[in-house]
């Protein structure tokens, strides 16, 4: 049994296998759920959703129905991959900021521009758009598009929509695949017929030319893109990048204010992007680039976008305006990569390459609608005319129905002219009935036709409906055998649905410079800088400072004058050094309490403690000397404190160790340091070696186990240095000069 079992073992290269499952997977990912069939600009879950809403009967002349009803029905008959994914598809095609097509007509909280949920799919309803039913899903009775079998073979689904109209380029398409992604962006339909007609005409025509009707993307949301020049080579390639700006207006407002209005915004800022860039605006209000702002509003509604600034009197508008485009998302770039599923690979394809695909298939459609509706005519051609001749015969017939058993002998009789078992009035009547030769379809409708069709009018109705059948099959048989005929009823038809359904441009085409704007520059003035010991910050006036100097030298613990424009170094116990910029910190009146440190900074109080804060303009042109509490000892340049991040490594430190001082050694002459258990070191700081920040030191003393490190002073020369040490009073410089790396004396108490 076991040697059986061993005989059916296929030994395989596991990365085979693997290689092989994972490129099935990117290739079911790729073709049936990510991206767009180039034929009707519809991913899977898309063309599911409104195949099921058709089938549902959910019509834009009927009431909506609840969503939790169709994505149900969807999941259960086309697309088993969960509700939410069924319910977001359908929002989004019922979305007019994001679909420049809504092909769902939602009822109920279907979200907003500002990036708001949609409700519950069991609290909203949805019915198909009228351009959805008319361009989208007409004609699906005729036999034009192919049907398959669903997930589980119990129901035919369309493998693609018959769309009289580029989807693809209309409604725009995004989806991430894996190892690809699309974005196409929508554009205006009138423009997209009108290029499809074009390239009809003429299918050598170039991408240039195409853009003589198609300008180029059309957003929903408006905006102006302003990169016109680089729209030839993005249609040509399929790939590129769109520079969009929101659209800018001034109004005047109250007490001769100007308001400066923002009516459209970029495509991308659609979403919680709104509410970054009011924080973008609210930050460069705060952090001073700009003092031209009074106040911000988002006055949006359904009507449209609608965000005011309202600016002070004698404003700079222009560079306002240009320092919004620069320093936030009102400028925005759309990345374009035109790809879609065509013949059942992906592709990446330029605008005529779409084109062409669509009329390939507006071709083939119409040749299926064409056959299907040529070989009903040529039905009703077929039954016509037997009627015509019934009636031409009627008294025979009716003798023939009158002597015949059963349905089945009248019918021998009328197509085969068998005249057996039937009882004729005459032998001529036999005769005649016998050169009957009507087809089947002729029979059968002879026997279900009724008396009153042998009233006069009803005969010439009948001979007026055959003319008519005649003309369409020539009609039929024109547009199936001419090119050019089906051209035209394909180009009339486009025409139609441009008229009924076409919208205005939205989104305006320029070529627009480069932004410039002048940054402000801050009148540079000498602050004093103030943080108590709970580590709130503020910066005052000079004048403000002297006159409340003593209040002020009792309630805080940091005090130096620094400039407006310069920097504050803040070194904690951690290693660490943060900076941040005087302009952040608040300024004005004595009183204000100011704003913790940590808000304006990396740094973080509750991890972390400030050993030295200092103005940069003193750190860089002094040595800092570094004390830690197993005792290395160090001196850095300060120079290599002068960095553009907002937090840095200021020293190495070993494993359970800690910065207890970092302070200016330039001038002094000693450095002391403290120990937990009471012992004191006197040294040169000539013996404190000068190293990079990142390196850990020297020894400084030698500690006793146990013992740390609590402080480190540096002295002067000449001038006394007294400490209260467990209350007695202690004179540094007095201590006995010793070397570093010695033990120290143990002060006696």
């Given at each position: 049994m076991a040697a059986g079992i061993q005989e059916n073992i296929i030994r395989t290269e596991y990365s085979e296998i693997m290689q092989?499952?994972?490129?099935?997977?990117?290739?079911?990912?790729?073709?049936?759920?990510?991206?767009?069939?180039?034929?009707?600009?519809?991913?899977?879950?898309q063309r599911r959703t409104l195949y099921d809403m058709y089938e549902l009967g959910i019509r834009y002349d009927r009431p909506y129905r609840k969503c939790a009803r169709i994505v149900g029905d969807t999941m259960g008959k086309y697309h088993p991959h969960g509700d939410s994914s069924i319910y977001e598809a359908l929002v989004v095609m019922a979305q007019d900021f994001k679909k420049g097509l809504p092909l769902v007509d939602g009822h109920g909280n279907f979200g907003s521009i500002e990036g708001d949920g949609a409700a519950a799919m069991r609290y909203t309803e949805a019915r198909l758009q009228k351009i959805t039913q008319e361009v989208y899903l007409k004609d699906m009775d005729k036999n034009v598009v192919d049907f398959v079998s669903n997930f589980d073979e119990t129901e035919k689904e369309p493998e693609v929509l018959p769309v009289r109209i580029p989807n693809i380029l209309v409604n725009g398409a995004d989806g991430i695949a894996v190892g690809m992604a699309t974005s196409i962006p929508p554009?205006?339909?009138?423009?997209?017929?009108?290029?499809?007609i074009a390239y009809m005409k003429n299918n050598q025509i170039t991408t240039k030319e195409l853009m003589k009707y198609i300008k180029g993307p059309d957003f929903p949301t408006g905006g102006i893109i302003v990169n016109k020049d680089d729209l030839l080579s993005i249609y040509e390639t399929g790939t590129g990048k769109i520079k969009i700006r929101g659209k800018v207006e001034t109004e005047k407002g109250k007490n001769g204010k100007t308001l400066l209005v923002i009516s459209e915004?970029?495509?991308?800022?659609?979403?919680?992007?709104?509410?970054?860039?009011?924080?973008?605006?609210?930050?460069?209000?705060?952090?001073?680039?700009?003092?031209?702002?009074?106040?911000?509003?988002?006055?949006?509604?359904?009507?449209?976008?609608?965000?005011?600034?309202?600016?002070?009197?004698?404003?700079?508008?222009?560079?306002?305006?240009?320092?919004?485009?620069?320093?936030?998302?009102?400028?925005?770039?759309?990345?374009?990569?035109?790809?879609?599923?065509?013949?059942?690979?992906?592709?990446?394809?330029?605008?005529?390459?779409?084109?062409?695909?669509?009329?390939?298939?507006?071709?083939?459609?119409?040749?299926?609608?064409?056959?299907?509706?040529l070989k009903k005519e040529q039905e009703n051609q077929e039954i016509q005319e037997g009627l015509i001749r019934a009636c031409d015969v009627i008294d025979l017939i009716i003798e023939i129905l009158r002597g015949s058993k059963?349905?089945?002998?009248?019918?021998n009789c009328l197509v085969n002219g068998e005249t057996e078992e039937i009882k004729f009035k005459t032998k001529t009547s036999m005769r005649q009935a016998s050169k009957l030769h009507f087809t089947e379809r002729q029979a059968t409708a002879i026997l279900d036709m009724r008396l009153y069709k042998l009233i006069g009018l009803e005969i010439e109705t009948l001979m007026a409906e055959h003319e008519e059948t005649l003309k369409k099959i020539a009609s039929y048989e024109d547009i199936l055998n001419n090119y050019d005929s089906m051209a035209a009823v394909?180009?009339?038809?486009?025409?139609?649905?441009?008229?009924?359904?076409?919208?205005?441009?939205?989104?305006?085409?320029?070529?627009?410079?480069?932004?410039?704007?002048?940054?402000?520059?801050?009148?540079?003035?000498?602050?004093?800088?103030?943080?108590?010991?709970?580590?709130y910050a503020r910066t005052v006036d000079t004048s403000v400072y002297e006159r409340n100097k003593e209040t002020a030298d009792a309630e805080n613990k940091y005090?130096?004058?620094?400039?407006?424009?310069?920097?504050?170094?803040?070194?904690?116990?951690?290693?660490?050094?943060?900076?941040?910029?005087?302009?952040?910190?608040?300024?004005?009146?004595?009183?204000?309490?100011?704003?913790?440190?940590?808000?304006?900074?990396?740094?973080?109080?509750?991890?972390?403690?400030?050993?030295?804060?200092?103005p940069l303009a003193q750190i860089k042109e002094e040595h800092l000397c570094f004390v830690t509490g197993k005792g290395m000892v160090k001196q850095v340049?300060?120079?290599?404190?002068?960095?553009?991040?907002?937090?840095?490594?200021?020293?190495?430190?070993?494993?359970?160790?800690?910065?207890?001082?970092?302070?200016?050694?330039?001038?002094?002459?000693?450095?002391?340091?403290?120990?937990?258990?009471?012992?004191?070191?006197?040294?040169?700081?000539?013996?404190?070696?000068?190293?990079?920040?990142?390196?850990?030191?020297?020894?400084?003393?030698?500690?006793?186990?146990?013992?740390?490190?609590?402080?480190?002073?540096?002295?002067?020369?000449?001038?006394?240095?007294?400490?209260?040490?467990?209350?007695?009073?202690?004179?540094?410089n007095k201590l006995k000069l010793a070397k570093?790396?010695?033990?120290?004396?143990?002060?006696?108490?």
């Open positions: 092989k499952s994972y490129i099935d997977y990117a290739m079911s990912v790729i073709i049936a759920r990510a991206l767009p069939d180039v034929r009707d600009g519809l991913k899977p879950v554009h205006n339909l009138g423009e997209v017929i009108d290029g499809v915004i970029p495509y991308p800022m659609i979403g919680a992007n709104i509410g970054k860039f009011l924080n973008d605006v609210a930050a460069l209000v705060e952090t001073k680039k700009t003092t031209d702002i009074l106040d911000i509003s988002n006055q949006s509604s359904k009507e449209g976008i609608r965000i005011v600034l309202e600016l002070k009197k004698g404003a700079d508008v222009e560079n306002l305006t240009n320092m919004l485009y620069k320093k936030t998302r009102l400028e925005d770039t759309f990345g374009v990569n035109m790809l879609a599923v065509a013949d059942q690979r992906p592709e990446t394809l330029g605008l005529r390459q779409i084109i062409e695909h669509h009329v390939d298939f507006q071709f083939e459609v119409a040749t299926r609608k064409y056959t299907s509706l059963s349905r089945e002998q009248v019918k394909i180009m009339e038809d486009l025409k139609k649905i441009k008229k009924e359904y076409c919208h205005p441009r939205k989104t305006a085409i320029e070529n627009a410079a480069e932004i410039v704007f002048e940054e402000k520059k801050v009148e540079e003035t000498q602050v004093v800088f103030l943080m108590d010991r709970f580590g005090i130096f004058t620094c400039m407006n424009t310069d920097k504050i170094c803040i070194f904690t116990d951690s290693g660490k050094m943060h900076t941040v910029k005087v302009l952040d910190l608040p300024y004005g009146k004595f009183r204000d309490k100011g704003t913790p440190v940590d808000n304006v900074s990396n740094y973080d109080s509750k991890t972390e403690q400030i050993v030295l804060a200092a340049e300060g120079s290599e404190f002068e960095v553009s991040k907002r937090t840095i490594a200021a020293t190495k430190l070993g494993d359970q160790d800690k910065v207890v001082m970092v302070q200016p050694s330039d001038g002094m002459e000693h450095l002391v340091l403290q120990t937990r258990d009471g012992y004191f070191l006197k040294f040169l700081k000539e013996e404190i070696p000068v190293q990079k920040k990142n390196a850990l030191g020297v020894k400084g003393i030698r500690l006793g186990e146990q013992d740390l490190v609590e402080h480190g002073y540096m002295l002067e020369n000449r001038i006394e240095y007294g400490i209260t040490y467990r209350e007695k009073q202690i004179t540094l570093r790396d010695t033990k120290g004396t143990k002060v006696r108490i």
